[in-house]
């Protein structure tokens, strides 16, 4: 059953607009990896959240995990090059993410990965985005959160401080250097009763 979204205290507009990028903050990490975030980025996000919820073709998952078929704990979409976006507001934040980070990424944001976090059974374990050449190369991954917050967990591959991030009601984190090889991320199971999150990741074209 799906959780109940509670809306954000101090984001009570339904004009669903971006803030400017201007109050970005970086956060450098080891080996070249660092984040930048930036609270409250989109506002009006609970209203987009409902429009995401009732209008993306969600699609629940199954994968083989150690000889059985199980169901992956959250529902996603997929949007490739040139597939037009759910919401006029999330080509606009592409646009955005493409010409803030134009100079040092080098290449633009071309497909967007939605994940359905529906209550605090839903999930996704420790992994990097290295499908791909995120593998061998550094890249950026930008993740715009709508929704209940959730904690995006980050550690190093090879051990070291766990970093927590939650994020929802409009945050936005974006992973860049090395971060998809050298740092792990996680949205872990929570027992406490929380509401749904919707995540929307943007990636350059090769990067999954």
Excluded: N
């Excluded at 979204?5 to 400017?20: A, H, K, M, V, Y």
């Excluded at 980025?41 to 409902?50: M, N, R």
């Excluded at 990424?105 to 420790?126: K, M, N, Q």
């Amino acid at each position: 059953m799906t959780a109940h979204l509670q809306g954000s205290l101090f984001d009570q507009t339904d004009e669903i607009r971006l803030g400017p990028l201007a109050g970005m903050r970086r956060t450098p990490l080891t080996h070249r990896a660092w984040i930048d975030e930036l609270p409250g980025w989109l506002h009006g996000a609970d209203a987009l959240f409902e429009v995401l919820a009732a209008e993306v073709p969600w699609r629940a998952e199954r994968r083989t995990m150690y000889d059985h078929v199980v169901d992956v704990p959250r529902l996603l979409a997929y949007y490739g090059v040139g597939d037009p976006l759910p919401h006029p507001v999330l080509a606009e934040a592409r646009d955005a993410l493409c010409a803030h980070y134009a100079d040092e990424l080098g290449e633009p944001f071309t497909t967007a990965g939605l994940c359905h976090y529906r209550d605090g059974r839903d999930s996704v374990a420790w992994h990097g985005d290295r499908i791909g050449r995120g593998a061998r190369e550094d890249t950026m991954v930008a993740i715009l959160s709508v929704g209940t917050p959730r904690d995006l967990l980050l550690r190093p591959v090879h051990g070291g401080e766990t970093l927590r991030r939650p994020l929802g009601h409009g945050d936005l984190i974006v992973m860049g250097g090395s971060c998809q090889r050298t740092w792990e991320h996680a949205i872990p199971k929570s027992t406490r009763t929380t509401g749904p999150r919707i995540s929307i990741q943007f990636r350059p074209q090769g990067v999954r």
